[in-house]
């Protein structure tokens, strides 16, 4: 077996000359077998990072690489109510205590974080604390303690929730109201904070455990903290899961087992924090487990009266590997956004990803980088061969562009812009390169940046969105193939997965803390990985009529091969009744060495319904269905009764419903 790290990779017969016909060109992120003859054969396996993991310590960042952004701090300011003339500065809170609890069950986990916070200045303060959530998460819990005591949220029309706050803090009285801000980023503010006095502060959230050929993978974000947290205590309870694996990468937890449950602590003083933890699990037993898994909850009114499914489908790509000896070679323009909604740890992790990302390109790839937010920059006016990139210059371009987000995102313009760097040098090799002037050419637009409009509110970005995909979309489709990278705590990510549809290509979130170098290679990978994008999945009984499709959801639009599908349904009586046996998996295949997708469809039968119930999936659908609800402004706003009534029957915040917490009833 061989296999590309880096660069590319010609294999041949022995004695064979570079560039004669027969040679087999793998890039990076690609696999081959060589037989006993010697005959090498392009072959599809696991994907590359998975198949060597091992390794990922050898793209490790450097040291002395980017400090990401700090995003945990509880950011104290002077109330508005002191009747200062202009906004306060703001500054962190010390955290005396920290403690992360994770419960892991049926695929899904709960993860409740517990700050202690302390003012150690002589008045009384408001606290305002931003975070990101895990792409897919939702916020289930938001209690604080007041006197000793902990009080609860209660969720509430948003902005009702936001007068009753704006009423309390002027009475100094203590709230606390948790909102959606935009994308994955969610804000609370705290009142009072009194002077020297801790403010203790619970918030819970849950989302699917992330799988890759049957290999669970758990990773909770953890707050980036600018001073030592006092006391640190992390704890991870996996149920069932006693004699499975737990190998944490970052910190050190004592395992043991309890009944039939793996547990796993880690605990320390007067810690630096800022470590993800990231940890595999799953069975020392080595496969991948069954492709569909079926879950289910009655819920309070019981059998026959309707149920929530749950449905988790790997489906088998192995049908779509293209037949093709050479891998093409790629023109890459890069769109780099630069707009104000860029921060400078977001624009340091693309500047550093972007130039992780050439060392596993190959020399047959062309590349052309253009800055832009409100207009484009370019590196240099026209595609240029790998081998001949100045990237001393390449980086100090990219420093100078990124020192600070400013100005729209004309992701139009900078779209239309790329396509004509492209069309350019459509079909025209290298000059002198035996190579290059064989090979097939991909030309691919790259997208480095959030997606988010700058111009908009959050109301109007909504309002606009599916409009807005569409009309980009349009400029893609049939242009080029395109691919989204995007870093940071808010990304439009259903306008980036429109595009990456468009463009026959997928959209990766990176966080700053990654190893980008890693993800950089993950990125290529995914790409020479069968896809299917454009993705759809349909409930059918046994003569294959359609059942709840108005309340089945699916939480991805594409899916590469080896990744799990996770179907939420609310099943009526009559639903029920018409009994559907099959899951349909329908879309588009796409992979970087067709230039044609394919219709594609796959379908599961679907298993005995198990006898026990997962709580957690009536939650869960209704949080699914309230996306389905919300795609656009127009939509809310037709929607809004229903989206309230979600929220408030389900505990969710969403773009009608908030959480707050008072000091008592009245």
Do not use: C
Not at 217 to 222: K, N, T, W
Not at 350 to 366: C, G, K, N, S, V
């Amino acid at each position: 077996m061989a296999a590309v790290l880096r660069g590319r990779a010609s294999l041949g017969s022995k004695g064979s000359k570079q560039g004669a016909a027969g040679e087999l060109l793998l890039r990076s992120g690609e696999q081959a077998l060589i037989d006993a003859s010697g005959e090498a054969q392009r072959v599809f396996g696991k994907r590359l990072t998975h198949e060597i993991d091992w390794a990922r310590e050898l793209l490790a960042p450097e040291p002395g690489d980017i400090q990401p952004i700090r995003r945990g701090n509880l950011l104290a300011r002077v109330p508005r109510w002191t009747g200062q003339l202009g906004p306060s500065p703001e500054w962190p809170l010390a955290v005396r205590r920290m403690v992360v609890d994770v419960h892991v069950e049926d695929g899904h986990v709960r993860t409740t974080i517990d700050q202690t916070f302390f003012n150690h200045v002589d008045r009384t303060l408001e606290g305002v604390y931003q975070f990101p959530l895990p792409p897919e998460a939702a916020i289930s819990r938001l209690a604080m303690y007041v006197d000793g005591k902990r009080m609860e949220a209660g969720v509430v029309e948003r902005d009702r929730g936001r007068d009753i706050y704006e009423q309390i803090v002027h009475r100094r009285r203590d709230p606390a109201l948790l909102e959606w801000m935009r994308g994955n980023l969610f804000q609370v503010r705290i009142f009072p904070l009194p002077a020297r006095t801790e403010k203790r502060v619970l918030l819970s959230y849950t989302q699917s455990l992330d799988e890759l050929y049957g290999r669970g993978s758990l990773r909770v974000p953890i707050p980036e903290i600018d001073l030592p947290v006092g006391e640190v205590v992390y704890r991870v309870r996996v149920v069932g899961g006693a004699g499975s694996r737990f190998v944490s990468q970052h910190q050190e937890f004592e395992v043991r087992e309890e009944g039939g449950d793996l547990l796993a602590e880690f605990t320390a003083a007067d810690h630096v924090i800022g470590a993800d933890i990231v940890a595999e699990l799953g069975d020392e037993a080595e496969g991948e487990g069954p492709r569909v898994v079926r879950l289910r909850d009655q819920g309070d009114a019981g059998a026959g009266s309707g149920e929530y499914m749950a449905l988790r489908l790997r489906p088998d790509l192995s049908s779509l590997v293209p037949a093709v000896t050479d891998a093409p070679a790629r023109d890459l323009v890069v769109l780099f956004d630069t707009s104000a909604s860029r921060g400078v740890a977001e624009l340091e992790a693309q500047r550093r990803f972007l130039l992780a990302l050439l060392d596993h390109l190959d020399e047959d790839d062309r590349i052309a980088v253009q800055a832009f937010d409100s207009r484009p920059r370019w590196f240099a006016p026209e595609l240029q061969p790998l081998a001949r990139l100045d990237r001393e210059a390449l980086a100090t371009f990219l420093e100078e562009e990124g020192r600070l987000g400013r100005g729209t995102t004309e992701l139009g313009a900078a779209i239309d812009a790329g396509i004509e760097q492209l069309a350019a040098l459509a079909g025209k090799p290298n000059p002198g390169d035996a190579f290059s002037s064989r090979r097939e050419r991909l030309p691919t637009l790259l997208y480095l940046g959030d997606g988010l409009d700058t111009t908009l509110s959050n109301e109007e970005a909504a309002a606009r969105i599916d409009g807005r995909a569409a009309e980009l979309a349009g400029r893609i489709r049939g242009q080029a193939h395109f691919a989204a990278v995007s870093f940071g705590a808010g990304q439009d990510r259903p306008l980036l997965e429109s595009l990456a549809a468009a463009g026959d290509g997928l959209h990766l979130h990176v966080d700053e803390r990654d190893s980008l170098s890693w993800r950089a290679l993950e990125l290529l990978t995914i790409l020479a990985t069968p896809r299917v994008l454009e993705l759809e999945a349909r409930l059918l009984d046994a003569e294959g009529a359609v059942v709840a499709e108005a309340t089945t959801h699916a939480d991805r639009l594409a899916i590469a091969d080896g990744e799990r599908l996770e179907l939420l349904t609310l099943l009526s009586a009559a639903d029920l009744e018409q009994r559907p046996t099959t899951v349909e998996l329908r879309g588009v295949a796409a992979n970087v060495t067709v230039d044609e997708p394919q219709e594609w469809s796959q379908r599961f039968e679907l298993p005995p319904a198990p006898e026990g119930d997962s709580r957690w999936i009536p939650r869960a659908w209704a949080r699914a269905h309230v996306a389905a609800l919300s795609k656009t402004g127009a939509d809310i706003e037709a929607n809004s009764e229903e989206i309230t009534k979600l929220g408030l029957e389900h505990f969710l915040v969403t773009p009608t419903t908030s959480l707050l917490v008072l000091e008592n009833e009245r």
